[in-house]
């Protein structure tokens, strides 16, 4: 075949530390159980994963086959460790999974709870992420692009350009970071870098630039990455200010000409109320009506007054101080005088599920606080709610959002981070600036008011909503544009170190 007619596939591998369905505890999980099926069907690309063999997964619902076991691996401290390696598929693809087996680095019962004694907490995912990289050469699949999913699995590109930068197998491999939560940063003690096959000095650059007496492994890969970007626009101009970004705004900065923002998007098959298995009433945009129906079921199934017209109004997020719920706290008694009913479904901060259980005890016919996390339970609740809150401190991206105006149900959120890029203040829901509970109750009182008095407007603004498509079509194809970024300012660095080495030998 000619030259110009042979066009070469892509090949991307995602290193993670959750993926959707198969281990999923946030976000992350999300995106990387998404994004590779959307790029699969759509893209001249081959993607593989790579990620740890928690005890938590169903081999029986995800069929996995073991195809190596007892390989040898020399980890970077220089000791040898046994891994075995199972293969299964993204569900509804032919996209390979490598679940690594060690049950030594990762022996709970959990995703995020496993610790190597004596090291700080993240070093297992460090040594999945070593691990990965052994096996690319094990099995000799050669990627252009190693796409690292946040901080944790971020030594991956701190390796490529140290350890491993005369290695001939990995030179030519470019890097991809994907921050998913800026304020999720992996460190290391000063004593710590010969775990990782390092010494001290080769952190010392970004030591010295953030001032600190310890080692950020996100600011070390944010440097070392050919490219880096985060889940929404917004967020990415967020983080380059000193309130949103952790300590890395000047990192950032430095690094502005890699790093961008790219809007995270949404399975919406699993998201339907036409078809959805936990919509009790299905319903859509020519049969909205029906909706009203699951919020008498709704309102029933927890012993709150049963009425089509008051507004009930949900939370279903994980309870952190992030999500802003101290706001809601501050004006729950304001919400109730306007006749609202409240559902909060989430875990977290034992201290924020205190606060709602009190309240359910206060408001036993108006509000009902299920502090767990229950996915199924959550489709029933966007399906039967009138609106959905997200009055966030801060919000990288945000899925709720999208889901709730998915089955019309109105979200009330601050503008910040993806809630900006995702809701339109008065045509697909609410939206306020500032943090602080007189801009939050006059939002709400704004959207209640259309609820009782504006009924037309109220559903033209359901319609809208329903009608937005936040897929992963159109991010997709961003991301592709990524990974040849990535891999042109890789073949770029290449180059200027060929110069500076000749330069070198010259003096």
Known sequence: MAESTYKKKLKVLHVTSELTPIAKAGGLGDVVGFLPKELAREYHIEIRIMMPKYKIID??????????????????????????????????????????????????????????????????????????????????????????HDGMIGMIPKWLRTTLRNDNFFKPIASLLTVHNLNHQPKIELSEPKYL????????????FLRKDEINIM???????????????????????????????????????????ILNGIDYSNFDPRD?????????????????????????????????????????????????????????????????????????????????IKAEKKYPE??????????????????????????????PCGLSQIIAMRFGTIPIVRKTGGLADTVRDGYTGFVFNHYDKNAFLWVLRRAVDVYYNQKEHWRWMQMNAMKKDFSWKASAKKYIWLYK?????????????????????KT
Request: proline share 5%; net charge positive.
């Open 59 to 148: 081999l029986n619902k995800f069929p996995a086959e073991e195809i190596m076991r007892d390989l040898k691996i020399q980890m970077p401290n220089a000791r040898w460790q046994k891994i075995s390696v199972w293969k299964t598929f993204l569900p509804e693809t032919i996209v390979p999974i490598y679940l690594i087996d060690s049950p030594k680095f990762f022996p709970e019962m959990s995703v995020y709870r496993h610790r190597i004694e004596g090291l700080s907490r993240t070093f297992s995912y460090f040594y999945l992420s070593w691990m990965a990289l052994k096996l690319i050469k094990a099995i000799d699949w050669h990627p252009d692009v190693i796409h690292c």
């Open 485 to 505: 970024k990535a891999i042109a300012n890789h073949k770029k660095y290449l180059e200027e170190q060929k110069k500076e080495q000749e330069k070198n030998v």
């Open 219 to 261: 600011a070390e890969t944010i440097d070392n990455a050919d490219m880096v970007n985060t889940v929404s626009p917004t967020y990415a101009r967020e983080v380059l200010t000193r309130r949103y970004g952790a300590g890395l705004n000047r990192l950032l900065k430095l690094h502005k000409k890699k790093f961008t923002g």
């Open 366 to 395: 108006s509000v009902e606080a299920e502090m767990r996390f229950d996915a199924n339970l959550a489709q029933t609740i966007y399906a039967g709610s009138d609106m959905m809150l997200m009055p966030s401190r801060f919000e």
């Open 276 to 356: 959805n298995p936990d919509t009790p009433v299905k319903y859509r945009l020519d049969s909205l009506d029906k909706k009203v129906e699951n919020k008498l079921i709704l309102q029933k199934k927890f012993g709150l007054t049963v009425s089509p017209d008051l507004p009930l109004i949900c939370v279903v997020s994980r309870l952190s101080a992030q999500k802003g719920l101290d706001l809601i706290e501050e004006v729950l008694k304001e919400l109730m005088d306007m006749g609202a009913q409240f559902i909060i479904l989430g875990s977290g901060l034992e201290k924020i599920e205190k606060i709602f």
């Open 197 to 208: 096959g390092l010494k001290r000095k080769d952190f010392g650059k970004l030591r010295k």
